[in-house]
């Protein structure tokens, strides 16, 4: 007990404090250090994770689960004319006057506003109509007036045709590029406004047509609005 005594010195105290010491602040040191992917959906706190947290650009399209975000979480007029695809809207209100002129006896006015990829009946006489066009396509905006038939032997006579003095036979399946009564392209995203002063016509087989009166075709291209914008007056015949 006595050679116990002799070599507990002061200086052995404190050097046993110190290793107590060191090895205790190690034991807490590694405590706080945290391996790779050891932390899990239960180890975070309900609520721990806000705004300010999350990196700037740090969520992307792949981080978001589909359906998630609706139109409650979309700021009102945030989204654009290039934002939406047009073809799945339903007839915009101003086009809604050329659905009830299908049926044309005389003369009538029209003035439509399309959004890109929607089409509208502007009038129809027997087999015959005239139809509102609005495309993008190869870096271009274009507003048109197509003829068409929903019989065969139709003919038809356009901008392009009375440069020539030609007439080109119609039918059903003929393609939109050869049905063309008037049109206007402008760069995507220009705006573009004409009148086109050549007369064009379409005509059945049971002898009723439709034809544009000259000089009576507004054209108008992401005017007042992305989209077209199309007016004129129209005569039926036969």
Excluded at 138 to 152: F, M, P, R, W
């Amino acid at each position: 007990m006595k050679q116990i005594r002799k070599r507990f010195t002061y200086a052995n105290v404190m050097a046993s404090i110190a290793v107590f010491l060191c090895l205790g602040g190690a034991t807490a040191i590694a405590a706080n250090q945290l391996s790779k992917n050891s932390v899990g959906t239960k180890q975070l706190k309900k609520n721990a994770v806000t705004a300010a947290k999350i990196k700037k650009n740090a969520v992307t399209t792949a981080k978001i689960k589909n359906s998630a975000i609706t139109g409650a979480k979309v700021k009102d007029g945030s989204l654009s004319g290039a934002d939406i695809n047009a073809g799945t809207l339903a007839t915009v209100p101003n086009a809604a006057s050329a659905n009830s002129a299908k049926s044309l006896t005389g003369q009538t006015t029209f003035a439509i506003r399309l959004g890109f990829g929607q089409s509208q009946v502007i009038a129809t006489n027997g087999v015959v109509s005239f139809v509102a066009n609005c495309k993008q396509e190869g870096g271009s905006d274009y507003a048109e007036i197509l003829n068409q038939t929903s019989i065969n032997g139709a003919v038809a006579g356009g901008e392009d045709d009375f440069e020539g003095g030609a007439t080109d036979y119609l039918n059903v399946d003929t393609p939109p590029s050869s049905r063309q009564l008037v049109y206007q392209s402008a760069t995507a995203g220009t705006i573009e406004v004409t009148a086109e002063i050549d007369q064009g016509f379409v005509l059945g087989p049971d002898g009723k047509g439709l034809v544009a009166n000259s000089e009576g075709i507004i054209l108008g291209i992401n005017y007042g609005g992305p989209g077209c914008y199309i007016a004129g007056v129209v005569n039926a015949v036969g």
